[in-house]
């Protein structure tokens, strides 16, 4: 309980920081808190994109009844903040601690957490209007973010409830797998996929930001923004912070981007390819070692590997190998394997096919 209601005051105080964030630009300045906190969208109408489920939660805000949903698509495309918004607006900011619970992966949400916490919040009743007087829905909202790191006995725990306690309890239970959710769950839910966000409305987004922060920048920095983040509108803007910070009174540009985003450069990649289509395993050996020295993620190079080989000149059969190998090498390296060999292997496999020309 306590963890909840930890998370109940941090959520009330948020709308009364919304206020000053709406003042002057002074005030602005001295808030130091995280640029993604303080551009999420405050209500239904600003989230970008995702026109099915806005469409559904407007007509919930307007007083139709909402069903239990489930929110699923890739990170920074807008779930957790589509819902808190939509909370916000439903209660105004002092009904909602009581009527919103919001568990994320950080809560401890084994089988026993479901069994209590979210019973006892599910079983209070409560009251169709707003102490200001207007009406709300007469149903609490509990927000299961995250919720595909959820075990399944605490799936299967939440079934029960969700049925038994529909009168007064919707749920919305927001994940990036599906696939993790058990079936009996996603069969109980309005299913939303929340598409990546396409660059152009990036782009609008991050220039709001521009301006709001009054930040120089090039018109390449902000492509480079979009391009980087792949459709991850929070790691653009996380990026975008972090080059204002760098270059305070400067001019944001793309080389900032890039080197922030700790992309490796096209050369280096380009390098590495020409050895593995024409040179040695020596040399390859010492390619892999010095693009891995320099510091950049294993995970990044598979990554800007993958968009280069599907650009190169090998027939089908090849560049198939080669991305199967990729699949493999990718797992690995999630599992903590060591990235030299990882990377090494990956090279050597696109060595041997492409000798086969
Ligand atoms: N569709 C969107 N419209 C407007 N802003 C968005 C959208 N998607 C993401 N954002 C921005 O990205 C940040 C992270 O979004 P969030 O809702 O936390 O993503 P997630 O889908 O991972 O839960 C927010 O602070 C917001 O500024
Ligand atoms: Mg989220």
Redesign the pocket.
């Known amino acids: 309980m306590q963890a909840f209601l930890k998370g109940a005051t941090v959520q009330a105080t948020r709308p009364q920081k919304d206020k000053a964030a709406a003042g002057p630009s002074t005030e602005k300045k001295a808030k130091a808190i995280p640029?993604?906190?303080?551009?999420?969208?405050k209500c239904v109408d600003?989230?970008?994109?995702?026109e099915e489920v806005v469409a559904v939660l407007k007509k919930s805000l307007e007083g139709a009844d909402l069903p239990n949903l489930l929110?699923y698509?890739?990170?920074?495309?807008?779930?957790?903040?589509?819902i808190?918004a939509a909370a916000r607006e439903l209660y105004g900011p002092e009904l909602y601690r009581q009527r919103v619970l919001e568990l994320n992966a950080s809560d401890e949400r084994g089988i026993q957490v479901i069994r209590e916490k979210v019973k006892n919040f599910a079983q209070l009743t409560v009251a169709g209007t707003r102490t200001d007087g207007k009406l709300c829905p007469p149903f609490k909202i509990i927000i299961l973010?995250e919720a595909d790191s959820m075990t399944a006995p605490a799936q299967a725990a939440l079934r029960r409830t969700m049925e038994k306690e529909s009168r007064t309890t919707r749920f919305c239970l927001?994940c990036?797998y599906i696939s993790r959710i058990i079936e009996p769950l996603t069969s109980r839910c309005s299913k939303f996929r929340?598409k990546p966000?396409a660059n152009q409305?990036q782009e609008e987004?991050l220039l709001e930001i521009c301006k709001k922060e009054n930040l120089k920048y090039t018109k390449e920095s902000i492509t480079a923004l979009v391009q980087v983040s792949e459709g991850?509108?929070?790691k653009?803007?996380t990026f975008l912070q972090s080059a204002a910070r760098l270059n305070v009174d400067k001019e944001i540009t793309d080389r900032a981007i890039v080197e922030i985003a700790g992309v490796v450069p096209v050369k280096m990649i380009d390098n590495l390819l020409q050895i593995c289509f024409r040179g040695t395993f020596e040399k390859l050996e010492v390619a892999v070692k010095d693009i891995v020295d320099e510091g950049y993620s294993a995970t990044q190079i598979l990554s800007q590997l993958h968009d280069s080989i599907i650009e190169q000149d090998l027939n089908d059969k090849q560049k198939s190998a080669i991305t199967e190998k990729m699949a493999v090498v990718s797992k690995c390296l999630s599992d903590g394997a060591d990235e030299y060999l990882q990377m090494l292997s990956l090279c050597s496999v696109i060595m041997q096919q492409a000798s086969e020309n």
């Open positions: 640029w993604v906190e303080k551009y999420r969208p600003e989230v970008a994109f995702q929110f698509g890739p990170p920074g495309t807008g779930k957790t903040s589509t808190l973010d927001i990036n929340f966000l409305i987004r991850d509108l929070r653009a803007i």
